[in-house]
């Protein structure tokens, strides 16, 4: 039976402030961005009466539940990122001695 030696340098894990802004932050100027682009090609009024005509959405509640979303997106592709690049080594121990 053979023992994994630890790691000889492991990152300490971060701050939960600094885990939060490196995902919101990202993904809050990607919103901005992609909001700009696409309300310069789309009327929000237009796209209310395409999808929810009954609805009473004024142009800013339009540009607002866009840029949500936008920021919703955003913040999962970030989110998921984050997931992905956390070291190995946290997760890859070796086995307690039986």
């Not at 790691?7 to 894990?13: A, L, T």
């Not at 993904?27 to 309300?39: D, I, K, P, T």
């Amino acid at each position: 039976m053979s023992v994994f030696a630890p790691p000889p340098f492991d990152h300490p894990p971060r701050p939960l402030a600094q885990r939060i802004g490196a995902i919101a932050w990202p993904s809050f100027f990607a919103a901005c961005v992609a909001s700009m682009v696409f309300f310069a090609f789309v009327d929000p009024l237009d796209l209310r009466d395409i999808t929810f005509p009954d609805v009473d959405i004024s142009r800013s509640m339009g540009y607002t539940i866009a840029f949500f979303m936008f920021w919703l997106a955003t913040a999962s592709s970030s989110l998921f990122t984050w997931l992905l690049l956390r070291p190995a080594s946290r997760f890859n121990r070796a086995l307690p001695p039986e």
